[in-house]
C-alpha cells in the first residue's frame, strides 16, 4: 500500500520538474529583442546581443554562449534588461563584450548562474532604484554567476573595470558568485545598496587589484563567508568603506590591507599576513 503514495511523490516531482524546464519560446538567431511576458531559452550559441524590455520575463540561455563577433567594434553589451518586475536571466555565457551582462531592475529580479568572459568594462552590473527597502517586495538575487578574467589570444591584455557592480539595490542578496583572474581597480563595488547581504562570493587570483570589495553608501551591509585568495600580495584593500558593516567569517588571503579593522562588527575573520601589532 506504501508504494501507491510514494510512486504518486515520484510522479509528481518529474512533472514539477518538467515544468520547471520548461520553455515557451526559443528565441531565433536573428532576434534581438525581447517584449512581453513568458519564459524564453536558447538553443544554439549565438552572436547577435539580447536586449529584453517588459515584466515577467525569463530568459534561460541553457549555457549556450553569446559571443562578441567583433571585440574591438561589436556592440557594446551582450545581454541588456531594461527596467521590468521579475525578470530573470539564467545560465547564460556572455564572451568578449564591453559589458557582459547590464540589468536595470525594478524588484524581484534574479541573476543565477551565468558566465562572463573576457570584459573590458563591466562584467555584472545591476541597478535599481536607489535602495528599495519595501519589506513586501523581493530583493534582487545575483546568485551562482562567475566572473573570469584571464587573457586570450586576442587580447592578452584586457583593461577591466569592476567585475561585479551592483547600484541603488536594498536589501540585494550577492551569493556564491566566483571572480577568477581580474584585472581591473575592483572586485565588487556596491553602491547605495543598504541593508545588502554579501554572502559565500570568492575572488581568487586577482591581478593589482585596489579593492576587492568596494562599500559605497551602503549601510548595514553584512559580509559573511567570502574568499579572497591571491597568489602574491597584491590586492591593496580586501574590503572598503565598510565602517556600518558586519564582517563574519570571512578569509582573506594575501591582501595588503584586509579591511576588517573598519567593520562595525568583526568575528572570526582570517587574514594572511597577519596586521601588524600595536
Known sequence: MRLIPIAGLALTGLMLSTSAFACDTIVSPQQVSIYGPGKYCLSANRSLPIEISGP????????????????????????????????????????????????????????????????????????GNNGNNDPLSEPTRIVGNRVIGYPNGNDPSPSWGQALRAIGLGRAVISNNVVVGHNGPVGLELFESPDAQLISNQFLDSSAVDRMIRLEQSPRVRVVHNTIMSRQPNVAFGISGASGATCVENVFINTIHSGFSECAVTRYNVEQPLPPGP
Open 56 to 127: 515577467d520575463i525569463e530568459l534561460d540561455c541553457r549555457t549556450r554562449t553569446i559571443t562578441n563577433p567583433s571585440p574591438n567594434g561589436g556592440g557594446p553589451t551582450g545581454i541588456k534588461v531594461n527596467p521590468g518586475d521579475k525578470v530573470i536571466v539564467r545560465n547564460c555565457r556572455v564572451d568578449g563584450f564591453p559589458i557582459g551582462i547590464d540589468m536595470n531592475v525594478q524588484s524581484n529580479a534574479q541573476l543565477l548562474n551565468n558566465t562572463v568572459l573576457h570584459a573590458r568594462d563591466v562584467a555584472i552590473m545591476v541597478h
